[in-house]
């Protein structure tokens, strides 16, 4: 809301609906379908495979952007003509293996440089005039590093573009996560459709450095808590989150300090 009431401000005779919804594979196809763009301004990869899935279906072309301490990526993503996001990143990564927003922070001029480059690739796209951007571009501001993924066209078996195989959309498959809330317990578990074997050791000092507290570990599990909540944390990636019982406040809060 807070996002549209200042687009409002930039241009009142644009007109704005805003939608507060958790995206998910229940709702993306029917927010996505009648789009002519996809900006995509998420902070997790179940996410974009998600968009990714949706977009190639329906063929409705769309922008990765993301951004993590000082590095940012973006990749404009037409389907048929550019790869699509799982050519680039082919599998998903393991929860607790990548760096989040709440664990390593982020600078902000890093949001705005890759921001300016992704409405660019908008604009280009919706006049339909100008070199895309296909592959990914990934900038290092702190190091003054730009490079580029020179894939211009998609790949040869890709799972999604190439063969059509809309995995992330499918709720009985094994790509989707769940969060079921447990009765009695004042508690959220979030199971994850793959089985994933991650770091707790790892998982723990990035933690420690997020300021999460009383942080307990061993080979079976990692226990931490961090505002009001407690976090139960296994091997295969699923998590116990006591303190709440809001599905979706759960899924936010397990994308920002594990990582979906």
Not at 33 to 54: H, I, K, P, Q
Not at 69 to 85: D, E, L, N
Not at 154 to 175: K, M, N, V
Not at 196 to 206: C, G, H, K, N, W
Request: hydrophobic fraction near 40%; aromatic fraction near 8%; charge should be negative.
């Amino acid at each position: 809301m807070a996002a549209a009431q200042k687009l409002c401000q930039i241009n009142s005779e644009v007109e704005i609906v805003a939608r507060v919804e958790d995206l998910d594979y229940a709702n993306v196809q029917a927010l996505v379908r009648t789009a002519d763009l996809v900006m995509d301004g998420s902070d997790n990869f179940e996410t974009r495979y998600l968009l990714n899935d949706t977009c190639v279906k329906y063929n409705k072309p769309w922008i990765y952007s993301g951004v993590i301490g000082a590095y940012g990526v973006t990749s404009t993503i037409v389907p048929g003509r550019t790869p699509c996001f799982r050519c680039l990143f082919p599998d998903q990564p393991p929860p607790g293996s990548t760096l989040t927003c709440d664990t390593a922070g982020i600078l902000n001029s890093i949001v705005g440089t890759i921001g300016s480059i992704a409405s660019g690739e908008a604009v280009k796209l919706l006049v339909g005039q100008g070199k895309l951007n296909a592959g990914l571009l990934s900038i290092d501001l702190w190091q003054n590093n730009f490079d580029r993924l020179s894939i211009e066209t998609p790949l040869p078996g890709c799972a999604t573009c190439d063969l059509h195989q809309y995995e992330f959309l499918d709720s009985e498959g094994d790509r989707a996560s769940h969060a079921a809330i447990l009765c009695g317990r004042n508690a959220v578990q979030i199971s994850l459709g793959t089985t994933f074997q991650i770091s707790l050791e790892d998982l723990a000092a990035r933690l420690q450095n997020a300021g999460a507290k009383e942080i307990l570990q061993n080979e079976y599990l990692l226990r931490f808590h961090v505002d009001s909540y407690d976090f139960t944390v296994f091997p295969d990636g699923r998590a116990i989150i006591k303190g709440m019982e809001e599905a979706d406040l759960a899924k936010s809060l397990y994308a920002r300090y594990i990582g979906l």
